[in-house]
């Protein structure tokens, strides 16, 4: 049972355009959603992350929308730079009674020059 | 410089042999945890601690020990490993209770059980 989602195996943009990446998840007891940016050979970077209070965080090119009436959220990436291709997770936290993170299947990037 | 360091990076085995992925973070994080990552299924947790003492499993826990004995080291055990134990295998610690708790990872742990 795949608790968070991401639909969208790959995506590729061209450099300068808009990048959304979506994640869909289906516990609402989740109380924060965070981004992960992996390059090859190397662990997950965390990017930026939104309380499940919020419904938007920005942080310079990378703004996070969260809708919970759809239980749905997307990082958006502008300007999208050659330095974004890499894969992104999505990962939701739960803090009640435990604190596991879930993560997504991930999205890989490919912004073209 | 703060990190979380995995050992070793590589390594190969055969099944039933017994061995431990070691997990150092020098950050003072109340919080570890482990991950496998393969292809298709993204990251899963295997078991994660919220302190000395204190570890929990995640979603896929079989066939995996962890032990918690000092704050800084979360070593990854497997008694006797099995082929569908191959993966990728990540180390990770964080802050508990804080607003914007993002988690730090280690470099990774390619396992081949052969």
């Known amino acids: 049972d795949q608790q968070v989602k991401q639909n969208s195996p790959s995506l590729s943009v061209q450099e300068g355009r808009i990048s959304i990446l979506n994640c869909d998840y289906t516990n609402s007891m989740f109380d924060y959603f965070l981004w992960y940016k992996k390059y090859p050979a190397e662990g997950p970077t965390f990017l930026i992350s939104i309380s499940s209070i919020k419904d938007k965080n920005e942080d310079g090119r990378f703004t996070v929308f969260l809708n919970k009436s759809a239980k749905h959220l997307s990082l958006h990436i502008v300007p999208s730079q050659p330095g974004d291709s890499a894969v992104y997770f999505c990962a939701a936290l739960l803090t009640s009674g435990t604190y596991k993170y879930i993560f997504g299947t991930g999205t890989r990037l490919k912004v073209l020059a | ?114």
């Open chain 2, 1 to 114: 410089e703060a990190q979380v360091t995995q050992n070793p990076r590589y390594l190969i085995t055969v099944t039933g042999k017994k061995l431990t992925v070691t997990c150092s973070q020098n950050m003072n994080h109340e919080y570890m945890s482990w991950y496998r990552q393969d292809p298709g299924l993204g990251l899963r947790q295997i078991y994660y601690s919220m302190n000395v003492e204190v570890t929990d499993k995640g979603d896929v826990p079989e066939g995996y020990k962890v032990s918690r004995k000092e704050k800084r080291n979360f070593p990854l055990i497997l008694e006797s490993p099995s082929p569908n134990q191959t993966s990728l295998y990540f180390c990770a610690s964080s802050y508990l209770g804080q607003v914007d708790t993002e988690a730090f990872f280690g470099q990774g742990t390619r396992l081949t059980v052969v």
